[in-house]
């Protein structure tokens, strides 16, 4: 069974710190995909970025960046010079590659931008 | 403008009273997709449909039904609500023409039962 860890359940910085959100999974397939989602306070559901299992080149866009490691099973989000506007509870997810092809969600990380 | 689209946004309903919540995409996006949102576990699959005609259950099917009569619509049926099924409801619709893809998802629908 696929599960995604997200030990963090809330984080408050001050704006402009970098934070980093954490993301550990488990799944016994070789080929899979990771994806971030933001949830801000109006609540829709927002794509950030998706990964797939044998692509492990860290990727930035913008303040954002992520860092997946295969070999911890983790890929952590770090956002560089955090702002207000950044504050949302973020999830990681894990989908197999074929099937039914679920998002298997973490229990979220809540980030408090403070101003 | 390409979206996925859910209503009602709200519902406050009782007990036994069956209810649709609507979905519908504009994308010709294959594969469509019913989520529950609970405090502390994150987003759980209700039900899945890979094109029209397949559907198929997710992690938590129990007390709901859906249908996949049209490509862009994808309708969640509960027949007879329980104040359990209380969530935060969200669809959404991806490719699925042979590889991954994010998944876009809709506004939500918040779903009270008493």
């Known amino acids: 069974a696929q599960k995604v860890t997200q030990a963090q359940t809330e984080i408050s910085v001050v704006e402009k710190e970098d934070v980093t959100l954490d993301c550990v999974y488990e799944t016994r397939d070789t080929t899979y995909y990771l994806f971030w989602y933001k949830q801000p306070p109006s609540g829709e559901l927002v794509f950030l970025i998706r990964r797939n299992s044998f692509d492990e080149q860290n990727e930035i866009s913008g303040r954002y960046s992520w860092n997946f490691q295969k070999s911890t099973s983790s890929f952590n989000f770090t956002i560089t010079a955090s702002q207000v506007v950044d504050s949302a509870v973020y999830f990681c997810?894990?989908?197999?590659?074929?099937?039914?092809?679920?998002?298997?969600f973490g229990s979220g990380t809540r980030l408090q931008v403070q101003p | 403008e390409a979206q996925v689209t859910q209503n009602p946004r709200y519902l406050i309903t009782v007990t036994g009273k069956k209810l649709t919540v609507t979905c519908s995409q504009n994308?010709?996006?294959?594969?469509m997709s019913w989520y529950r949102q609970d405090p502390g576990l994150g987003l759980r699959q209700i039900y899945y449909s890979m094109n029209v005609e397949v559907t198929d259950k997710g992690d938590v099917p129990e007390g709901y039904k859906v249908s996949r009569k049209e490509k862009r619509n994808f309708p969640l049926i509960l027949e007879s609500p329980s104040p359990n099924q209380t969530s935060l409801y969200f669809c959404?619709?991806?490719?699925?023409?042979?590889?991954?893809?994010?998944?876009?998802f809709g506004p939500g629908t918040r779903l009270t039962v008493t």
């Open positions: 997810a894990l989908s197999e590659a074929t099937g039914r092809r679920a998002l298997t």
């Open positions: 994308m010709n996006h294959e594969y």
């Open positions: 959404a619709s991806s490719p699925a023409d042979g590889g991954v893809y994010e998944q876009y």
